[in-house]
């Protein structure tokens, strides 16, 4: 008797890999599904930039590319909470869980290094930022592999 054998590749799901470290010495670790919607600007228009959201849980982090054109590969510099004069950067934020407290930190020195922008996007934020709850500092490193760029569009604005 012949065996038949279905064959099918598997299906690429784009993740997230974050290690965030608290005061030198506490670590976390996120492992999330990630998506990367494109950015509408001004009354509807396509521009903007990029958003990338990688959520597990209680556990994320929300990269927003910012430019008025197209990505572009290398170093993009960290923008701070409501700069709405740079006119290209990058804003990372996460979001953890410790027992039942949500914790959180922007980071506010650091670099977002693009390594590819095409169909599909790249990246690597290295930076620190000072926990939400508890003003520790935190070291963060997020690296997100070959994320599709879908069709969809979200509205991206910097506000106080």
């Known amino acids: 008797m012949l065996g038949t054998g279905w064959c099918r590749a598997t299906r690429h799901e784009p993740r997230v890999r974050v290690v965030l470290t608290r005061q030198g010495k506490d670590t976390v670790r996120i492992d999330a599904p990630v998506r990367a919607f494109r950015c509408t600007g001004p009354r509807a228009q396509i521009g903007g930039g990029l958003l990338l959201q990688g959520v597990d849980g209680g556990n994320g982090v929300l990269v927003w590319l910012r430019t008025a054109?197209?990505?572009?590969v290398g170093a993009w510099p960290l923008l701070q909470r409501g700069d709405t004069l740079s006119p290209r950067g990058a804003t990372v934020g996460v979001r953890f869980m410790l027992g039942d407290a949500a914790r959180g930190a922007l980071l506010d020195s650091g670099t977002?290094?693009?390594?590819?922008?095409?169909?599909?996007?790249?990246?690597?934020?290295r930076g620190t930022g000072s926990e939400t709850l508890t003003a520790t500092r935190m070291a963060v490193e997020a690296t997100f592999a070959a994320v599709p760029v879908g069709v969809d569009t979200v509205s991206c604005r910097a506000q106080l």
Do not use: F, G
């Open 112 to 125: 977002v290094w693009i390594t590819r922008a095409d169909s599909m996007v790249a990246l690597v934020a």
């Open 69 to 72: 054109d197209s990505l572009r």
